[in-house]
């Protein structure tokens, strides 16, 4: 039972390139989460799936693009790095909406240069 | 919007010594949670606190919860070095889908 996976664990960009971080989960949560958390901010939420088939803006959602491809994966993309956007990216799970625990992956620390 | 300020930023104690971390909310919370990250980790649930005035205790670990639903604070008693790593609080407001919104943060650090 691996939990919340996340690909990559790290990765360096160049201003400008696109990439796809990919999260997938294997506990049959139905909401799903995209965290960034810089020094200092704590965690905040960039895009959130509260179920299979939709997607909504969190706080912090601009330069950002997500895709639940299904109940397992849920994808953020960047489609021009920004240096602002160097950060470490948590996705997480749970189970249902409200009041449950969140259960994070290990993380992407994302440097862009 | 809604925001949770956490208090303080940093805390640096000698092992045994005790520590606790403030949370406050300007408007009413439906529930808060706890978060613990170890260094270089991510966040891993703690507890859940969902109603006015609730204590809860795991170990050395005591989680307030205030009456008007407004506050938390998490108590430490006699720190050991495992309990180093930031501690966060994370609260849910009615009418929000249950999302959260994580305070910066208390980063702990034990002397030993």
């Known amino acids: 039972n691996a939990g919340v996976t996340q690909t990559p664990k790290f990765q360096v960009l160049k201003t400008g390139q696109s990439m796809t971080l990919q999260c997938a989960q294997d506990?049959?949560?139905?909401?799903m989460y995209w965290y960034r958390q810089d020094p200092g901010m704590g965690l905040r939420l960039i895009y959130y799936?509260?179920?299979?088939?939709?997607?909504d803006k969190g706080e912090v959602p601009n330069g950002y693009n997500v895709s639940r491809l299904n109940k397992r994966e849920f994808s953020l993309r960047l489609e021009s790095a920004a240096p602002s956007q160097t950060s470490v990216y948590f996705c997480?799970?749970?189970?249902?909406?409200?009041?449950?625990?969140?259960?994070f992956g290990d993380g992407t620390r994302l440097s862009i240069l | 919007g809604q925001q949770v300020m956490q208090i303080p930023q940093y805390q640096h104690v000698q092992e045994g010594e005790d520590f606790t971390t403030y949370c406050n909310s300007s408007?009413?919370?439906?529930?808060i949670q706890w978060y613990k990250q170890r260094p270089g980790g991510h966040p891993v649930f703690l507890i859940q606190?969902?109603?006015?005035?609730e204590v809860k205790k795991q170990k050395r670990l005591t989680f307030q919860f205030g009456e008007a639903k407004k506050n938390s604070s998490l108590h430490i008693t006699a720190t050991q070095t495992t309990d180093v790593g930031t501690y966060f609080c994370?609260?849910?407001?009615?009418?929000?889908?249950?999302?959260?919104?994580f305070g910066k943060g208390t980063k702990l650090s034990v002397k030993p």
């Open positions: 997480a799970s749970r189970k249902d909406p409200f009041g449950q625990p969140q259960h």
């Open positions: 506990m049959n949560h139905n909401s």
């Open positions: 799936s509260a179920s299979e088939g939709t997607t």
């Open positions: 408007t009413t919370l439906s529930n």
């Open positions: 606190l969902v109603k006015s005035g």
């Open positions: 994370a609260g849910i407001y009615g009418g929000s889908q249950g999302n959260l919104i």
